[in-house]
Structures are given as C-alpha cells and as structure tokens.
C-alpha cells in the first residue's frame, strides 16, 4: 500500500540554522499539507499546497517557513532560521478523495 | 472556525474488553467529515476510520466503530476486544468539504489510551 514518507525522521540543529524537511507524497495525489506537534499538545495545520502555490496557511506558518514542490516526487518544509521553538514533530500529509494520509514524521530538535 | 474537543486525556481498558473515546465539535458547516486517527508511541498518524457527515449510518472498520450522533455533534470511537496493540494516543478531528478542496484537518487534544494485559 502506498505510503508518505518523511526524512529524516530525526533531525538536530542549532537555534539559527536553516533546516528542510523532505517528504514524499502518495504519487498519485495533488494536495499537501504540512502540520506540527509540539511535544505533549496537539497537532496544529501549518499550511496546504495546491497546483504548485500554497493554498492556505496558519498564523503558525511566517516568514520564516516556506515550501516547496521542486519536483513531481518530493514535498519541502524549509524553516529559514530556527528558532527553540520550533522544536516539534512536523508531519507532511497528502490527499486523495476527502482523506489525508499521514507520513511518520520528522522530530526536529532544535538548540 | 472549527473546534474538536477530547474531555478525556488518559483511558485504560483490560485486553479483550470494549472501550469508547468520546469527542465533540463545534462547526457551523453542514457537509465535512471526521475521522479518528491513532498515534502509537512510534508517533506517526495512522487513520483508524472515517465518517461523512451526510451518511447517517456510523462507520465500522473491524474492531473499530463509531456513533455519530450529528445533532448533537457528537462523534465517539468504539474499540471492541481491545488489544495491546491499541495502546496509542487517539485523535478525533474534522475536515470541512469545500469546492476549493484545500481542506486542512483541525485535530483533538487527543486521549491517550492504555491497554491493560
């Protein structure tokens, strides 16, 4: 069964430094997402991505994010200069019909 | 806006015996779907079931139920025989249709449910 993949699935940097999360859709799908989880709160929207712009995005989600489709396979999350609390899991998601499907994750630790 | 609400931050249950989650949600939109999803301590977002806001019937999947009760904007999971590989945090959450299609799924707190051998 197809699946989203995440890598890394565990990334360390210092406060400052720019980091990219990568994700691999389901292939066939058109919708991505990106969503955080703050240890021990909920999981929060950050943005949604459409026809290669972003269709929607969360107050969360400021200057200092950004994403991108740089091919027809992979998914970016690039957060510009880390902050210690940007700390989290980040999940990509994408969608086909009315579900999204989750990938593993990326726990970024940043400090 | 929407909100989703889990009033039950911790459950346990012994194995083989049924426990439900409860959730609710606020939303002013009548055509949306909401879905129950699983986070074992691997923490990646597994979908346990799915049910469309149109469709009176409650969705089942194997073990797993739910009584959707529109009205009052109730949406609870069922898990029968519970297994030990059930023990997970356990989000409820909502996802308006539009025409636009840029749906974004608002999540629970979450409970997280113990499994009792």
């Known amino acids: 069964e197809p699946e989203v993949t995440q890598t890394p699935s565990h990334q360390v940097t210092q406060m400052g430094q720019e980091v990219i999360l990568r994700c691999v859709p389901i292939s066939n799908h058109l919708y991505f997402y990106w969503y955080r989880q703050i240890l021990g709160q909920k999981v929060e929207f950050l943005v949604s991505?459409?026809?290669?712009?972003?269709?929607?995005k969360s107050e969360i989600f400021d200057d200092q994010f950004s994403v991108e489709r740089p091919d027809g396979s992979n998914f970016t999350l690039k957060i510009r200069s880390t902050k210690l609390e940007d700390s989290a899991m980040y999940f990509c998601?994408?969608?086909?019909?009315?579900?999204?499907?989750f990938g593993p994750g990326t726990r970024l630790t940043v400090l | 806006a929407q909100t989703v609400t889990q009033s039950q931050p911790e459950m346990s249950v012994q194995e083989a015996e049924t426990v439900t989650l409860s959730c609710t949600y606020d939303?002013?939109?009548?055509?949306?779907?909401l879905f129950w999803y699983k986070q074992p301590p691997s923490r990646q977002m597994i979908l346990v079931i799915r049910?469309?806001?149109?469709?009176?019937q409650n969705a089942t999947e194997n073990r797993f139920s739910v009584n959707f009760q529109k009205a009052a904007k109730s949406f609870s999971l069922k898990i029968s025989d519970s297994q030990l590989g059930d023990t997970a945090m356990y989000f409820c959450a909502f996802m308006k249709k539009n025409s636009g299609g840029y749906q974004k799924v608002t999540f629970g707190t979450g409970t997280k449910l113990q499994v009792i051998p």
């Open positions: 049910q469309e806001a149109y469709k009176q």
């Open positions: 991505f459409y026809n290669n712009e972003i269709s929607e």
């Open positions: 998601a994408s969608r086909s019909g009315d579900t999204q499907y």
């Open positions: 939303t002013s939109e009548s055509n949306y779907y």
